[in-house]
């Protein structure tokens, strides 16, 4: 059966773009080769025409509860169709499942364990999650099955992320958004990485380029997990990270300029002017905004670049859903 070769380096790119084509074959399950890696592929003469090696080689099938089940279609079983439209998306956060149970289904809740675990069999913990609190952004969770723990490594874009949600905040949703900026960032940038938490961009970032990146982080325990976390991933790394534990409104002012500055700003917190102050050429600015107001969003910033006697120019990517009709998005600035 069909598979490309890939060098180890680019492995997760290649599998990606295979991925947004179609090509590849999650039913089978890639396999490492020294500094290589062969991915499942569908037959296809597209493959040699974007010019891959394409090489014929067994690949194990996936078990079949990978492939075919969901949560939803194991507790159809179950549940009434009311009672489906109440399911609400979860996470997989190493070996923890993270899951929001609506009051209209707390009497299901012994359902839904069962099914996560027909679904995700080598889940250790299944937690209920809470509302983000306070400065440092952590959520609350409640424990309803399983160790009680809620410290993991969490497996992302090739680099391994230790979180402990009782003490840091961790969103293993924004994996393709990590991505996304990896791949914009060029060898050689020196990047501001504000609000850095337990270093996730950090890493995703410097396993993919070779950069200079200082984070900033205000708390203690996030700033603890990330210099494991560098430790963690120090053989695949190539770039280079400096870990600050300080307060952003404090320690940036102190700092020089950097080429790229990225704030996954806190809700609530307002560090776009600073941000933009720090920046030679690129911001990637997260905030939350209503729909009707992109434009007013896209305005203000123009209008700080223009204070700070700087051009730009501004795009305003959707990123996830926060509420209805609200959005988290990254403002892309390019200036100039
Ligand atoms: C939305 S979280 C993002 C964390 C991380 N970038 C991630 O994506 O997992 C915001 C982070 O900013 C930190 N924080 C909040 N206020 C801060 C401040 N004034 N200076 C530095 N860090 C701060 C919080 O502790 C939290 O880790």
Request: proline letters at 4%.
């Amino acid at each position: 059966m069909p598979a490309v070769r890939v060098q180890k380096h680019e492995a997760e790119k290649v599998k990606n773009l295979l991925k947004k084509l179609g090509l590849y074959d999650g039913k089978r399950r890639p396999k490492r080769e020294e500094n290589f890696v062969l991915l499942p592929v569908i037959s296809s003469p597209k493959l040699m025409e974007l010019g891959f090696e394409v090489i014929d080689v067994e690949l194990p099938f996936r078990p079949e509860r990978q492939i075919y089940k969901n949560l939803e279609s194991v507790l159809a079983e179950k549940l009434t169709k009311e009672e489906l439209a109440y399911l609400r998306r979860y996470d997989i956060i190493g070996d923890i499942a993270v899951v929001q149970i609506p009051k209209e289904l707390e009497h299901r809740q012994r359902d839904i364990i069962e099914a996560l675990l027909i679904v995700h069999p080598f889940v250790k913990v299944i937690a209920k999650r809470g509302v983000h609190e306070g400065k440092f952004r952590v959520r609350k969770y409640e424990i309803i099955w399983g160790e009680k723990r809620l410290t993991t490594v969490h497996k992302e874009n090739g680099v391994k992320i230790k979180v402990d949600l009782s003490r840091v905040f961790f969103n293993p949703r924004m994996k393709g958004e990590r991505y996304r900026l990896a791949q914009l960032v060029q060898d050689g940038e020196r990047i501001l990485l504000m609000f850095a938490g337990a270093l996730p961009y950090a890493l995703v970032i410097a396993r993919f380029k070779n950069v200079e990146i200082t984070a900033i982080e205000l708390n203690e325990d996030a700033v603890k997990l990330g210099l494991e976390n560098i430790e963690l991933n120090k053989d695949k790394l190539r770039g280079k990270i400096e870990v600050i534990h300080g307060d952003v409104f404090e320690v940036v002012p102190k700092l020089g300029t950097f080429e790229r500055v990225i704030s996954p700003t806190p809700k609530g917190i307002d560090a776009l002017s600073l941000a933009l102050s720090k920046a030679e050429k690129w911001v990637h600015y997260y905030d939350f905004v209503h729909e009707d107001r992109f434009n007013e969003f896209k305005k203000r910033i123009e209008k700080e670049c223009q204070k700070l006697g700087k051009q730009c120019e501004v795009r305003i990517k959707k990123i996830a859903d926060y509420k209805p009709h609200v959005y988290k998005v990254c403002a892309d600035v390019m200036l100039f």
